[in-house]
């Protein structure tokens, strides 16, 4: 289900001429010339849904990508989730990350989670770039176990690594720019346990597959990951020209990912081309304007019920707002995982879904 699981070593299986993975010399060359490239045109969302070997819808995939700044500095926010159940048993991961536009993670959060009944499993993955050092953080509970780890690397050591979020924009601009295809893309990442491993991007060239009822010409990436384990585990992708995601797959598992209906790619080329759009002028709209209105007393009641049947909910915010303001914590969200985390631990048959009524 994970969109990007990442690998466990097997018992017994190591290999006895191991050695610390690297960079390839062409990948890391490539990561460098990414810094002069405007990225505007591939920030937008995708969402797929994820459907079994049986063709029965199970799950969904989103990703989100838009500008910011991370502590004063241009980059990227990468935010993917993806979620549902496969043989009844719910599981799923999420990544938010800053990235700039060499690829280089400066934070990251990734959680990964199968709620099996009798032996549960939660992973949380931090990678913080302070300075010149990175630091990786994990939190792996297992059942009743709860195992921490952290791990410090210099920025040689990264050289070349290639973060969960990383990745999602990575593989947008592989689509844009197809002058990589002849290059050896390998390059760094980390597995469950926190080790690097080797990642490689290679081109699956054009084909012509049937997206949303409609014949498209398609652009597939193979990404294979390779442990210091006897394991390979490959994922491919085939995106539309625009950097959309169509198809998603891990090879040898029973679900795929598929885009339903095809994007409206209109307003992410005027972006991307700067064409002046014509303001629209609702308020001198009458009909606009009463529509408007209307929508919005509607979402207001809306909301309002909702916070009258849940009075908890007003002093949980100010709880955690005050908390937040007297911490004043460099990493939010670092903070408010730990905050809320608690509330998971002391309720843990009460967790609403999106979709709860």
């Given at each position: ?91 799923g ?54 195992t ?57 060239g054009?084909?012509?597959k ?13 990404r ?39 994007p ?8 991307a ?59 939010v ?25």
């Open positions: 289900m994970d969109f990007n699981l990442s690998v466990a070593p097997p018992n017994g299986t190591l290999l006895k001429d191991a050695k610390f993975p690297v960079a390839s010399d062409e990948a890391v060359k490539y990561l460098r010339s990414l810094q002069a490239y405007n990225f505007s045109d591939l920030l937008f969302t995708d969402s797929l849904v994820t459907f079994s070997d049986t063709g029965k819808e199970v799950g969904e995939f989103t990703i989100c990508m838009e500008k910011t700044k991370h502590q004063s500095q241009d980059c990227y926010l990468i935010h993917a989730n993806s979620h549902g159940v496969v043989d009844g048993v719910p599981c991961t999420s990544v938010i990350a800053y990235i700039t536009s060499s690829m280089e993670t400066l934070d990251q959060q990734h959680h990964e989670y199968v709620k099996l009944d009798n032996h549960p499993l939660d992973r949380k993955t931090f990678v913080l770039k302070e300075g010149a050092t990175f630091t990786v953080r994990q939190i792996i509970t297992q059942g009743d176990e709860v921490r780890t952290l791990h410090t690397h210099t920025q040689q050591e990264m050289r070349g690594f290639i973060s969960e979020g990383a990745n999602l924009l990575l593989q947008r601009q592989l689509v844009r720019q197809r002058n990589w295809c002849d290059l050896d893309m390998t390059f760094l990442s980390l597995d469950s346990e926190g080790s690097f491993y080797n990642v490689k991007y290679t081109s699956l054009d084909e012509l049937s997206v949303a009822g409609q014949e498209v010409m398609l652009f597939g990436i193979e294979s990951l390779f442990t210091s384990y006897d394991v390979v585990t490959s994922w491919k992708a085939w995106f539309l020209s625009s950097g959309h995601l169509a198809y998603r797959l891990q090879v040898g598992s029973p679900v795929s990912m598929e885009l339903i209906q095809m409206d790619t209109t307003s992410q080329s005027d972006d081309a700067g064409v002046n759009k014509q303001p629209l002028y609702w308020k001198k709209d009458l009909q606009m304007q009463s529509q408007f209105h209307d929508r919005k007393e509607e979402q207001r009641a809306d909301h309002s019920a909702y916070l009258r049947q849940h009075p908890e909910l007003r002093a949980l915010l100010a709880d955690f707002l005050q908390f937040l303001l007297l911490r004043k914590p460099t990493h969200y670092n903070f408010a995982a730990e905050y809320f985390a608690s509330f998971s631990k002391k309720y843990p048959d009460h967790q609403a879904s999106a979709g709860e009524s």
